[in-house]
């Protein structure tokens, strides 16, 4: 059974930065491509950022390209998000997810992790 374990969330003023980061296990990480989602209060789920397989493609949200970066660590089974010029729109559950692919654009999100509440304060 898959698992996704996010951790990293926190309180954090606008203009810092926090590092998210996914554990993930179950079946063989580098087979799958990965994202992050998150949902703001009273809003729906949205994609953050997704990384195929081999990390070499990835993809942004227009709000926060040049500020997030969404990278993975294959031999370990891990997937970050490193956030900086946090602004207060950014406040939200952030989850890690797998999709059903190597490949973000070619098919959905297969599993998903419970969520890592981040707080951007002004």
């Known amino acids: 059974q898959v698992q996704l374990a996010e951790s990293g969330g926190g309180l954090v003023q606008v203009g810092g930065s926090l590092r998210l980061s996914c554990a993930a296990s179950g079946r063989t990480f580098s087979r799958y491509a990965m994202g992050w989602f998150r949902q703001a209060p009273g809003k729906e789920r949205e994609s953050v950022a997704s990384i195929n397989w081999s990390g070499k493609t990835t993809y942004y949200e227009d709000s926060v390209k040049g500020r997030f970066t969404i990278s993975r660590d294959n031999a370990n089974d891990m997937l970050y998000l490193q956030m900086n010029s946090l602004k207060p729109e950014d406040t939200g559950v952030y989850y890690c997810?797998?999709?059903?692919?190597?490949?973000?654009?070619?098919?959905?999100?297969?599993?998903w992790g419970k969520g890592t509440l981040v707080t951007v304060s002004s």
């Open positions: 997810a797998q999709y059903y692919s190597p490949h973000y654009d070619f098919d959905g999100i297969q599993y």
